[in-house]
């Protein structure tokens, strides 16, 4: 940044969850996207030392995007609601939701992009979750005051087409090398 400005980046963005015809954009949010990582470790102690680390390892690592979308689209929501089913009747649309345990979200678990929408963002403003799932969580309050919002979170799972990618930071492109 050779002009000194410092570059601290703010507002909104959009999320696209899965690819091609699939794709589902969740667009209009209310309170904020949420990305968030965790490192897990495990503190290796020896006696000599009490409960002073000598050591640290790196056990795991966990992360997910919380998407709070404010539309009332059963088509986007059915993407995010675990074994629904969207039924059509004419025009007539109804999301039916069941509660049957044993669902595997990895099954179908699809690539998540994080897009700010900012004009000046670039793909190095982006997250990329390679393999994301998802579970919805709707919050209804039927008010003058408040906005109906369903919470979605997509939890990351390793890809491990890819050594156990769990995230990106920044575009996910090809690297190659040679001159």
Not at 135 to 164: C, K, L
Not at 166 to 175: A, C, H, N, R, T
């Amino acid at each position: 940044m050779s002009n000194g400005q410092i570059n601290v980046p703010i507002g909104p963005a959009i999320v696209e969850y899965g690819e091609g015809a699939d794709k589902v954009v969740f667009d209009i949010t209310k309170g904020g996207i949420v990305f968030s990582a965790t490192i897990t470790k495990q503190d290796t102690t020896v006696d000599q030392y009490g409960d002073t680390p000598v050591k640290s390892i790196v056990k795991g690592g966990a992360a997910q995007v919380t998407v709070p979308f404010a539309l009332h689209d059963l088509k986007k929501l059915e993407t995010a609601f675990p074994g629904s089913k969207l039924v059509t009747k004419g025009n007539k649309q109804k999301l039916e939701v069941y509660g049957k345990a044993g669902f595997d979200l990895l099954k179908n678990a699809k690539p998540l992009i994080v897009k700010p929408t900012d004009p000046d963002a670039t793909e190095d403003d982006w997250i990329t979750i390679p393999l994301a799932g998802a579970i919805a969580e709707p919050n209804y309050t039927y008010d003058s005051d408040n906005e109906r919002v369903t919470n979605i979170t997509f939890p990351a799972y390793p890809d491990t087409t890819r050594e156990g990618l769990l995230y990106i930071l920044g575009g996910d492109f090809e690297v190659t090398t040679g001159g």
